[in-house]
């Protein structure tokens, strides 16, 4: 990543000029395949015998070994050879959101494996870079070293000085990212590998305690970053966005008291945002948060969430161009936020929403915007237009991803691609002479990256194929994290889905079974009584998921006496889902961790997810006081 300085602004909306554009139906599997294909090309270290990238070769294989640590393997982040802890965390955290959303799409079109193998050579790499809970390696290389040479990874000769942070060296925002990418990761590997799973989320445990305890801003203990991924929006957001991923991974009350208790004063329910990014996370934790809204697990916060929803619709809405604070768009339709790599902030924005209009379909409901009343399809409908544009329907007709579609980048900024393979050509490439040699070489790479995300066009639709245009030209990893999962939903079709259950990924070699027939729910509406205590039940709302038939129940327990009531236990039987709102004590179902009590009248609601009849649910004690 070439240095640069970016400014958080909200910039006005250009009006869309209709183009001629050469529109055509896209194979949205073949980009999926080729968009995780790109990691490959990524990675640093010793490769394996399944890699397919076949014109790299082993390197940083020295990594760390200067500071006493292992720091072998890893993402370089874009078109150099550095590997930068903060945008390669959040790349973990957009892969693995990836698939934990649309992992079923992913195994349809075979690519879930190799999905799941892109994310785990970076959580290795974390671990690796997590020795002890308060230390954290956030940098393997010098941007400054490294952008003087222009050499092949497998020919560095360039200054590999590790860098870390600490507790007289804070940096909350990495360390919250990484812990955020740490939980994430988790999920994916919570019924395929549990062992791993449970190593991530240790680690993210400690990275919380470690982000939220010493804090600070990661690129002022590692200064050598400012130049490269300056941290300009700070780390509250970080520090949200890992308790939002903590929580999800684990319903820990811990974490859901953090967002609730935190999202004022660290600026969760009060920005309203139209970027997210590897620096500006605040859109992403609303867009979760939402979703715990909606998942009924907002607990005794659910004010509070109102409002970070709040927000996470004003983004959409402000992607829409229907929104207070609209996004600025390129003639052709693109969304626009900077000059440099803009492509990042298109990707990042269509996958939010496309997950929040699955969210908003889960749950049955639209959402409201300054110009009025969207519906779930308007949003998915969006991020199909800005993953067209990108793959080839636009003014220039030109794919932004390298080997998609007849015409896309031939002079990429990338120092392996622009370089002969050093499989072809073992004759050592120096510092300056690879400047002298590839990098003004006036020709298409030897080596095509497949499936990298350019930087893509200005704010004029206007794009230049040349390698020096770094602004244009250069790929990067947080530019196909979130894409991948998107292209999955595109390449899934548009029904059957339903994203309020809980995220946990399929198995990388799901096996195929025809769904045995559910029963239709029967729902009592009338109150039960249990003395003082009335229980009733009804059913919210239904969906079908690959042909099998989901329930949402909500049940409401209202105290009927005029005394408090205390104690209560509640047996549930016949549930065969997950459920929120009560706690789990023994054989029975307890008050929540955030009630202790109900007063006369009041009541409390706990709903489940299943595929059958409403579970029997019945009062076992409980005491008036």
């Known amino acids: ?23 055509a139906g896209h194979d949205y599997g073949q980009a999926l395949s080729k968009s995780i294909l790109f990691f490959e090309a990524q990675r640093s270290g010793y490769l ?121 060296n804070p940096g909350s925002d990495l360390a919250g990212e990484t812990a955020a990418a740490m939980a994430a990761a988790s999920l994916v590997f919570r019924h395929s590998n549990p062992a791993y799973a449970n190593e991530l989320l240790s680690h993210a445990h400690q990275l919380f305690d470690f982000a939220d305890k010493y804090r600070g801003k990661y690129d ?21 966005w890992a308790a939002a991923w903590l929580y999800q991974a684990t319903d820990n009350q811990y974490y859901l008291n953090y967002l609730g208790k935190n999202g ?62 609209n996004v600025q768009k390129t003639p052709g339709g693109l969304i626009f936020r900077q000059r440099w790599n803009n492509m990042q902030f298109v990707t990042s924005a269509s996958f939010l929403t496309a997950v929040y209009s699955d969210y908003l379909s889960s749950a049955g409901r639209n959402m409201n915007c300054a110009s009025g009343n969207v519906s779930p399809t308007e949003l998915i409908s969006f991020s199909k237009q800005q993953v067209d544009y990108l793959l080839g329907d636009n003014p220039r007709a030109t794919s932004y991803m390298v080997g998609y579609g007849n015409n896309y980048p031939q002079q990429v900024h990338h120092r392996a691609s622009s370089i002969v393979s050093i499989k072809v050509n073992p004759s050592f490439v120096s510092c300056r002479g690879g400047y002298a040699t590839w990098f003004s070489k006036k020709a298409s790479d030897p080596n095509l990256l497949v499936g990298a995300v350019v930087g893509g066009p200005d704010a004029y639709d206007n794009f230049a194929d040349q390698r020096d245009n770094y602004e244009q030209t250069e790929p990067a990893t947080y530019n196909n994290a979130p894409l991948f999962g998107l292209l999955a939903r595109l390449s899934g079709g548009h029904g059957g889905y339903n994203q309020l259950l809980p995220a946990v990924a399929p198995a990388p070699k799901p096996v195929v079974t025809q769904p045995k027939p559910t029963p239709q729910p029967k729902v ?7 003395g003082p205590i009335a229980i009733e039940q009804k059913l919210t709302t239904s969906w079908i998921a690959n042909g099998k038939n989901y329930y949402r129940y909500s049940t409401i327990v209202t105290n009927k006496s005029a005394k408090t009531l205390t104690d209560l236990k509640l047996s549930i039987s016949k549930l065969y889902g997950p459920m929120w709102g009560l706690t789990k004590s023994g054989d029975s179902y307890v008050f929540p961790s955030w009630l202790n009590s109900l007063a006369a009248g009041k009541s409390l609601e706990f709903v489940y997810i299943h595929s059958s009849s409403p579970a029997d649910v019945s009062v076992s004690s409980y005491t008036l006081a």
């Not at 009592?524 to 249990?530: F, I, L, R, V």
């Open 220 to 240: 002022s203990s590692i200064s050598v970053a400012q130049k490269y991924y300056q941290s300009i929006s700070g780390y509250n957001d970080e520090l949200l």
């Open 48 to 168: 394996p015998h399944t890699q397919r990238v076949t014109w790299r070769a082993n390197s940083g294989l020295q990594d760390g070994k200067a500071s006493g640590v292992d720091l072998v393997g890893g993402y370089y982040d874009a078109g150099d050879n550095v590997k930068f802890g903060l945008p390669m965390a959040f790349t973990i955290t957009m892969m693995s959101w990836s698939i934990l959303e649309y992992g079923k799409q992913m195994a349809s079109s075979g690519e879930l494996s190799h999905a799941v193998d892109a994310v785990k050579w970076g959580s290795d790499y974390l671990i690796k870079a997590h020795p002890e809970p308060y230390v954290l390696y956030g940098e393997v290389g010098d941007g400054n070293t490294d952008h003087y040479c222009w050499q092949r990874p497998e020919d560095m000769t360039t200054d590999r000085h590790a860098y870390k942070i600490d507790p007289s």
């Open 264 to 325: 004022d004063s660290l600026g969760g329910t009060g920005w309203s945002m139209s970027e997210f990014s590897w620096d500006v996370k605040y859109a992403g934790v609303q867009t979760l948060v939402a979703k715990f809204l909606m998942q009924g697990k907002a607990g005794g916060y659910a004010s509070v969430f109102e409002k970070y929803q709040e927000k996470a619709e004003s983004f959409m809405c402000n992607c829409l161009g229907k929104g207070s604070k």
């Open 1 to 23: 990543m070439e240095s640069f300085v970016r400014l958080i602004s909200m910039v006005p909306l250009f009006l869309l000029l209709g183009l001629p554009f050469a529109l």
């Open 524 to 530: 009592t509406p009338a109150p039960a009584s249990s």
